[in-house]
Structures are given as C-alpha cells and as structure tokens.
C-alpha cells in the first residue's frame, strides 16, 4: 500500500512538471526572452523629458516614472515578474504618456510575456503628433 501511495505521488509530481514545462519554459524556448514592458525612442535632435504611468484596470498605479530622453536616446523598462508567464495576470492595463508636460497620450492592452508597448518621440511618420504609441507582439 505503502508503494502505491508513493508510485501514485511521483507520478501525480511528474505530471505537473511537464505540465509546467509545456507552459512555460517551452514557450520560452521556442520564442525566447520576454520583451520590455515598454520602450521609448527619441528621434528628436532635442532633450525630452517623458512621464510614463501605468495603472491597472482597477486604477491602482503599476509604474510612475520620468525618463529625460536626449537625442536619439532609447530606453526600455523591464517587465514585473507577474507579467513573464503566460496566463498569470490576464487584465487590461493603460498606459499614460506625458511628454515634457504638454502633450499627453493614452494607449491600453493587455501586458503579456512577448508583446510590448512601442513610444516613437517626433518620429518621422507621426504626421505632426510629437508621441506615437504602437504594439508589437513576437
């Protein structure tokens, strides 16, 4: 009886490794490492100063962070640890983008491991808009 148990507990162990494994580190391995939350490039031959603020569906603040942009900068924020495995938080997120406190835009998705909120300062296909937002999902 008492093998029973035990061969029935290692088998019950296993299963969920695997069942583990086929959800998150085999996604992991086919696509690779989880993007950035978000990234922003400069394409402006100017500094900027750029609040980025990220609240959940319930409005509580996720992030509340300045960056100072210089000329042709790029920077990229990480992502939480609650955001790196599929399936784990699954709501809607807004993002707020304040540029040098007069422009403000607005964008909302739902964070997962492999897509990532792309912020273009004075891009050349913004059309007049000094921030264009978009989405980009390997």
């Given at each position: 009886m008492r093998s029973f148990r035990r061969s029935l507990m290692l088998g019950i162990s296993l299963l969920l490794l695997v069942l583990m494994s086929l959800f998150v580190v085999v996604p992991y391995l086919i696509v690779g490492p989880p993007t950035p939350l978000f990234s922003v490039r400069n394409h402006?031959?100017?500094?900027?100063?750029?609040r980025v603020e990220i609240h959940?569906?319930?409005n509580n603040?996720?992030?509340d962070k300045t960056y100072e942009l210089s000329a042709g900068?790029?920077?990229?924020h990480p992502k939480p640890f609650r955001f790196l495995i599929p399936g784990f938080e699954m709501a809607d997120y807004?993002?707020?983008?304040?540029?040098?406190?007069?422009?403000t835009e607005t964008y909302s998705t739902n964070i997962q491991p492999w897509n990532t909120v792309e912020v273009e300062l004075y891009s050349d296909y913004a059309e007049g808009r000094p921030i264009f937002i978009g989405e980009i999902t390997v």
């Open positions: 402006d031959v100017g500094v900027h100063e750029l959940d569906s319930k603040s996720v992030l900068e790029e920077v990229y807004t993002f707020k983008f304040t540029l040098d406190n007069r422009f």
